[in-house]
Nanobody
């Protein structure tokens, strides 16, 4: 098990920044590709960003490309999502997820992720 716990959400204004963190409690964190997803009220959960085990490969949804940055610190068992130039449409519950993979790649598909956090709320006011 790689229990995941997100933090860093909050209420901000459009144009502001937030950094989300997700801490894994197991040492095997380095074996997992990590992703961030979000779910707005009444909508399906959608992919935001993903990062390979090594941190060398990143993948972003078009809607956040150039504004969000995913990174990880394997020594701290933590993955981050730096969110800049936030927009009201970024309002959602943000979830981190871990994909135990034998490859060095990343995926945007929810079903490929093995473990999920409980989410942190991000609200962007206009």
């Amino acid at each position: 098990q790689v229990p995941l716990r997100e933090s860093g959400g909050g209420l901000v204004q459009a144009g502001d920044s937030l950094r989300l963190s997700c801490v894994a409690s197991e040492i095997s964190f380095r074996l997992y590709a990590m992703g961030w997803f979000r779910q707005a009220p009444g909508k399906e959960r959608e992919f935001v960003a993903a990062l390979s085990r090594s941190g060398e490969i990143t993948y972003y949804a078009d809607s956040v490309k150039g504004r969000f940055t995913i990174s990880r610190d394997n020594a701290k068992n933590t993955v981050y999502l730096q969110m800049n130039s936030l927009k009201p449409e970024d309002t959602a519950v943000y979830y981190c997820a871990g994909d135990l993979t034998l490859t060095g790649g990343v995926t945007r598909f929810l079903k490929e992720y093995d473990y999920w956090g409980q989410g942190t709320q991000v609200t962007v006011s206009s």
